[in-house]
T-cell receptor
Framework: AQSVTQLDSHVSVSEGTPVLLRCNYSSSYSPSLFWYVQHPNKGLQLLLK??????LVKGINGFEAEFKKSETSFHLTKPSAHMSDAAEYFC??????????FGAGTRLFVKA | NAGVTQTPKFRVLKTGQSMTLLCAQD?????MYWYRQDPGMGLRLIHYSVGEGTTAKGEVPDGYNVSRLKKQNFLLGLESAAPSQTSVYFC????????????FGPGTRLTVL
C-alpha cells in the first residue's frame, strides 16, 4: 500500500532564504509523486511531478524536488523564498487504480 | 478557457437538508473526481468517474451520491446532510493521456449546522 508523510505541519522562513518542505513516501513500486500548492481560499495547483524520467524535477515558480529512492523521500526546495510563496503545500503519491494519496499538508509562512 | 469550475462557492445547510454541488470542466477530460478537505487530513477521494455515465466509490463515499450524465459535468449530492459533512469540497479532472495530473476547481465551502 502507498502512503505519504509530510514531516512538518508548519514551516516559517524569512523572505530571500531557502525553503525546504519534507515529504517521505511508502510504495511497493516506483510511484508517481507530485507537489501541489494551495493559496488561501483557492484550489490546488500542480507545482511539479515525478514520473521516473529524472530524479531532479523542476517545477513552476522556481521550485524543484529530488526523488531519492534510497531515502524514500521527495523533498521540495526553493533557493529563495518570496512573500507570494506563502501557502499550503501538499505532497501526493499516485497509488495506481485512482488511488491518489495526499499528505496532510505543510503550511509555509514567509516573513518580511 | 475556464478550466474547472464549481457551484456554489459557499453553502450553509441544516442537518437533514439535501443539496447538489456542480462541477464543470471545459478541457474535454475523461476523468473527474470529488474530494473533501478537512484540517490536518489533506484531501480524501469521495467518488470518481472515468467517463460519461460511469461512477465509482473512492475512500470516503458514505453519505454522498454522484452522477455524470454529461462528460463535462460531475454532480455531488448530499441526500441528508450531517454535521460531519462540514468540509471544503474540491472537484478535479484529468485527461486519459495524463490521468495522473489533476486540475482542481476553486472549492465549495459547506457548513452543516
Amino acid at each position: 500500500a502507498q502512503s505519504v508523510t509530510q514531516l512538518d505541519s508548519h514551516v516559517s522562513v524569512s523572505e530571500g532564504t531557502p525553503v525546504l518542505l519534507r515529504c517521505n513516501y511508502s510504495s511497493s513500486y516506483s510511484p508517481s509523486l507530485f507537489w501541489y500548492v494551495q493559496h488561501p481560499n483557492k484550489g490546488l495547483q500542480l507545482l511539479l511531478k515525478y514520473t521516473s524520467a529524472a530524479t531532479l524535477v523542476k517545477g513552476i515558480n522556481g521550485f524543484e524536488a529530488e526523488f531519492k529512492k534510497s531515502e524514500t523521500s521527495f523533498h521540495l526546495t526553493k533557493p529563495s523564498a518570496h512573500m507570494s510563496d506563502a501557502a499550503e503545500y501538499f505532497c501526493v503519491v499516485e497509488g495506481g487504480g485512482f488511488k491518489t494519496i495526499f499528505g496532510a499538508g505543510t503550511r509555509l509562512f514567509v516573513k518580511a | 478557457n475556464a478550466g474547472v469550475t464549481q457551484t456554489p462557492k459557499f453553502r450553509v445547510l441544516k442537518t437533514g437538508q439535501s443539496m447538489t454541488l456542480l462541477c464543470a470542466q471545459d478541457m474535454n477530460h475523461e476523468y473527474m473526481y470529488w474530494y473533501r478537505q478537512d484540517p490536518g487530513m489533506g484531501l480524501r477521494l469521495i467518488h470518481y468517474s472515468v467517463g460519461e455515465g460511469t461512477t465509482a466509490k473512492g475512500e470516503v463515499p458514505d453519505g454522498y451520491n454522484v452522477s455524470r450524465l454529461k462528460k463535462q459535468n460531475f454532480l455531488l449530492g448530499l441526500e441528508s446532510a450531517a454535521p460531519s459533512q462540514t468540509s471544503v469540497y474540491f472537484c478535479a479532472s484529468s485527461s486519459l493521456r495524463s490521468a495522473d495530473t489533476q486540475y482542481f476547481g476553486p472549492g465549495t465551502r459547506l457548513t452543516v449546522l
